[in-house]
């Protein structure tokens, strides 16, 4: 089995009025990847800028952070394309690994709006690295940022963060650190809900059973 760390860069409204004109509220403009194999090896790596279609001006906010400009995005291809060649690239026997879990909900939702085949049409698991580094080297209940983490760790910061890429990497290499330090309880997914859905840690499934959802039962998934 192979991990797909991944990372998203997005834009949102420029001001409220697009804001109300459109159901989604963050459209992927770059997406970046790093594939490791079940030993945590780095064999392979995604990359590409994605033309906007929905948002057609830059929010100043997220063009600072980002250090993007819409003239760099014009001659890219769609959402839709990339994102199919990201799919094809990760292949059959993977898991997502992300910082936090914003990405894979953008992703989805994005997906969603193009009305693209799901990821999966099954259960589908993830890593959220965020909350495994605080269970391998802190209290659990920490959510630390990704340049925290890297520093904690020594990683050589090399590449300016904010960047699909370059954080996907930085994730990949927190990873690797990681190791084994995290027991096989860590992850969890849902089984028995009637349709897809996103697997999280103990602590999502339990909010979603002290909520009273009927048919919910759980199935650990050991880490590999």
């Not at 600072?64 to 959402?79: G, N, P, V, Y």
């Not at 995290?182 to 349709?195: Q, S």
């Amino acid at each position: 089995m192979n991990y797909i760390v991944f990372d998203l860069e997005w834009n949102q409204a420029a001001d409220l009025r697009t804001r109300r004109a459109s159901s989604l509220l963050f459209e992927i403009i770059e997406i970046g990847a790093v594939k490791l194999n079940e030993k945590r090896e780095h064999i392979d790596d995604f990359h590409e800028l994605i033309r906007p279609q929905v948002f057609r001006t830059m929010n100043q906010v997220t063009g600072d952070l980002i250090h993007l400009k819409m003239e760099q995005l014009e001659d890219c291809r769609s959402f839709s394309e990339v994102a199919a060649d990201f799919v094809r690239w990760c292949g059959r026997d993977y898991i997502f690994c992300t910082w936090g879990n914003l990405d894979l909900t953008e992703l989805q939702k994005n997906m969603d709006y193009y009305k693209m085949t799901p990821v999966s049409e099954k259960t589908l698991k993830y890593y959220d690295v965020q909350k495994l580094f605080s269970i391998a080297f802190e209290d659990r209940k920490s959510r630390r940022t990704l340049q925290y983490a890297v520093d904690f760790l020594g990683i050589e910061k090399d590449v300016a963060f904010h960047r699909a890429y370059t954080d996907a990497s930085y994730t990949a290499e927190i990873i690797k650190r990681i190791g084994d330090r995290i027991g096989g309880n860590a992850v969890f997914r849902i089984k028995g809900y009637n349709r897809g859905c996103i697997a999280g840690r103990l602590d999502f499934v339990e909010s979603l059973l002290r909520r009273g959802i009927e048919g919910i039962t759980l199935e650990e998934a050991a880490l590999a």
